[in-house]
Nanobody
Framework: QFQLVESGGGSVQAGGSLRLSCAASGSIFASYCMGWFRQAPGKEREGVAG???????SYADSVKGRFTVSIDNGKDTLYLQMDNLKPEDSGMYYC????????????WGQGTQVTVSS
């Protein structure tokens, strides 16, 4: 069965960096769209970054220039490089997969916690 498992979260001071990984138990097919989401306590889950089968990426305005999403299909792993972290970046980060790349995110990981202190 297709599963997603996040790792790489932790605590870091403002201005620091973290790299999150999302390992797929099962192949990430070329037609899949992948995304990163985050949720802070008391707030709704929001999209952070996405990547499609062509490698085209998109980012929330709040993270542009600081975050980079990439994928290694050979290793079935999605990454999120986070630089110059800010306290408002804190939250639970989730990776998700949209097998039809437009049909909706049907697969979700369990999340990895990111805490940025000032």
């Amino acid at each position: 069965q297709f599963q997603l498992v996040e790792s790489g979260g932790g605590s870091v001071q403002a201005g620091g960096s973290l790299r999150l990984s999302c390992a797929a138990s099962g192949s990430i097919f070329a037609s899949y769209c992948m995304g990163w989401f985050r949720q802070a306590p008391g707030k709704e889950r929001e999209g952070v970054a996405g990547i499609d089968s062509d490698g085209d990426t998109s980012y929330a305005d709040s993270v542009k220039g600081r975050f980079t999403v990439s994928i290694d299909n050979g290793k079935d792993t999605l990454y999120l490089q986070m630089d110059n972290l800010k306290p408002e970046d804190s939250g639970m980060y989730y990776c998700a997969a949209d097998p039809l790349c437009g049909g909706g995110y049907n697969y979700w990981g369990q999340g990895t916690q990111v805490t940025v202190s000032s």
